[in-house]
């Protein structure tokens, strides 16, 4: 009978030695899961905010403010003035990163007229957590104010011609709402006069736009006016892609035209380089509203610097981003229209001499250029 209480004796000092391990282990476990914890509330308390504002520790203090910035730029069209303005975009974000010692990472695509493709575009810089967005040309600016109603992310648009006319914003000086931007305005009356130094003898006269462009209308319905109160005939004719542009144009030459306008209109500039001989041929001077226009085979492009434009929108969105700027206050940029660049080759073909033009050209202009025809600019550097 001694046996088996010694046994049983034993039996429970073994089973109050395994719990007295089991409670070591769990308080050993508790101990690094309180450890644990205390650390990862330490770490909040030091990490940036969930809008990756300002650092805050856990005395509450600031420490450092956020240094990487998330652009979305979607371009309307694969054209010379507009990839010049991306590419002056993109240029002049790199400086400012270099400067002030912040990262954009730039997410850029190009819708090329298509509406489809433009809301998947906006789309997808939303749901990559875009800090503000870049509509170049109207079109895009108009979605990506839709598209931002609810979330106001900052639009600063690029190269719309007439941002109140389109409802961009409520005045140039005051947009009063989430977009402002760079305007690449026409000054429709000085193109006119160019066009009249050029001829004076002008009696008709061909309008060739997109119907469907909203940076067109305000500019065509000026020409209209001056033309007509001159006492010219106006033809109009429009299109709304590439082959109903080049019929359009042809029209015009069939029409008797002395000389064609065109204001900045990018269905017409996707389209010039399928034009311009049918023009050139006609002997008819196609005046247009952009550099590119002439670069393209027109014979005139006046207006805005596009590269200079790029840049300006790349300090506004910077101002925007690491400034704090209000975009429904910051003034939409103009700039003057005054750089006459004129196609040297088209001079030739119809038979206008360069320097004569020039000095005609030189009391109404802050710049007279020359340039040949190319598909881009590179190629003409």
Same mark, same amino acid.
């Given at each position: 009978?001694?046996?088996?209480?010694?046994?049983?004796?034993?039996?429970?000092?073994? *089973?109050?030695?395994?719990?007295?391990?089991?409670?070591? *282990?769990?308080?050993?476990?508790?101990?690094?899961?309180?450890?644990?914890?205390?650390?990862?509330?330490?770490?909040?308390?030091?990490?940036?905010? &969930?809008?990756?504002?300002?650092?805050?520790?856990?005395?509450?203090?600031?420490?450092?403010?956020?240094?990487?910035?998330?652009?979305?730029?979607?371009?309307?069209?694969?054209?010379?003035?507009?990839?010049?303005?991306?590419?002056?975009?993109?240029? *002049?974000?790199?400086?400012?990163?270099?400067?002030?010692?912040?990262?954009? @990472?730039?997410?850029?695509?190009?819708?090329?007229?298509?509406? /489809? @493709?433009?809301?998947?575009?906006?789309?997808?810089?939303?749901?990559?957590?875009?800090?503000?967005?870049?509509?170049?040309?109207?079109?895009?600016?108009?979605?990506?104010?839709?598209?931002?109603?609810?979330?106001?992310?900052?639009?600063?648009?690029?190269?719309?011609?007439?941002?109140?006319?389109?409802?961009?914003?409520?005045?140039?000086?005051?947009?009063?709402?989430?977009?402002?931007?760079?305007? =690449?305005?026409?000054?429709?009356?000085?193109?006119?006069?160019?066009?009249?130094?050029?001829?004076?003898?002008?009696?008709?006269?061909?309008?060739?736009?997109?119907?469907?462009?909203?940076?067109?209308?305000? &500019?065509?319905?000026?020409?209209?006016? +001056?033309?007509?109160?001159?006492?010219?005939?106006?033809?109009?004719?429009?299109?709304?892609?590439?082959?109903?542009?080049?019929?359009?144009?042809?029209?015009? @030459?069939? =029409?008797?035209?002395? &000389?064609?306008?065109?204001?900045?209109?990018?269905? @017409?500039?996707?389209?010039?380089?399928?034009?311009?001989?049918?023009? &050139?041929?006609?002997?008819?001077?196609?005046?247009?509203?952009?550099?590119?226009?002439?670069?393209?085979?027109?014979?005139?492009?006046?207006?805005?610097? +596009? !590269?200079?434009?790029?840049?300006?929108?790349?300090?506004?969105?910077?101002?925007?981003?690491?400034?704090?700027?209000?975009? !429904?206050?910051?003034?939409?940029?103009?700039?003057?229209?005054?750089?006459? /660049?004129?196609?040297?080759?088209?001079?030739?073909?119809?038979?206008?001499?360069?320097?004569?033009?020039?000095?005609?050209?030189?009391? +109404?202009?802050?710049?007279?250029?020359?340039?040949?025809?190319?598909?881009?600019?590179?190629?003409?550097?």
């Amino acid at each position: 009978s001694v046996l088996p209480r010694r046994s049983s004796a034993m039996e429970r000092m073994v *089973r109050m030695g395994t719990t007295t391990m089991k409670m070591k *282990r769990f308080f050993t476990v508790l101990t690094a899961a309180l450890a644990a914890s205390a650390t990862l509330i330490s770490l909040a308390s030091c990490g940036k905010t &969930a809008g990756g504002d300002a650092e805050t520790t856990a005395s509450g203090s600031t420490s450092g403010t956020k240094n990487s910035y998330r652009i979305g730029i979607c371009n309307y069209v694969d054209d010379a003035s507009l990839n010049q303005i991306v590419e002056n975009i993109q240029a *002049r974000l790199e400086e400012i990163s270099a400067e002030k010692g912040v990262q954009f @990472v730039i997410d850029y695509d190009n819708c090329n007229a298509d509406a /489809t @493709v433009m809301e998947q575009i906006i789309a997808n810089f939303q749901s990559s957590g875009a800090d503000l967005l870049v509509g170049v040309a109207t079109p895009v600016a108009m979605r990506m104010q839709t598209a931002t109603e609810d979330s106001q992310t900052p639009v600063v648009f690029a190269a719309v011609s007439d941002p109140i006319g389109a409802g961009l914003v409520e005045s140039l000086e005051a947009p009063g709402s989430n977009l402002t931007g760079t305007s =690449d305005y026409l000054d429709t009356a000085a193109m006119m006069n160019l066009m009249f130094v050029q001829n004076p003898d002008l009696q008709k006269v061909g309008l060739l736009y997109d119907l469907g462009q909203d940076s067109a209308a305000s &500019a065509i319905e000026s020409a209209k006016a +001056y033309l007509e109160d001159k006492g010219v005939e106006v033809i109009e004719r429009t299109g709304t892609s590439v082959d109903e542009i080049a019929l359009a144009a042809q029209a015009l @030459v069939s =029409d008797g035209v002395q &000389a064609v306008f065109t204001p900045t209109d990018n269905t @017409v500039m996707k389209s010039e380089l399928t034009i311009y001989e049918t023009f &050139a041929e006609a002997g008819i001077p196609h005046y247009t509203g952009a550099d590119s226009f002439a670069l393209n085979g027109a014979f005139l492009g006046y207006g805005v610097d +596009y !590269a200079n434009l790029g840049v300006e929108t790349a300090n506004m969105i910077a101002s925007i981003l690491l400034d704090g700027a209000d975009p !429904a206050a910051t003034a939409v940029k103009t700039f003057d229209n005054g750089t006459a /660049t004129i196609n040297t080759e088209i001079c030739e073909q119809l038979g206008i001499d360069f320097d004569e033009l020039s000095e005609k050209f030189a009391p +109404y202009c802050t710049k007279v250029q020359s340039i040949v025809t190319a598909e881009s600019f590179d190629d003409v550097q």
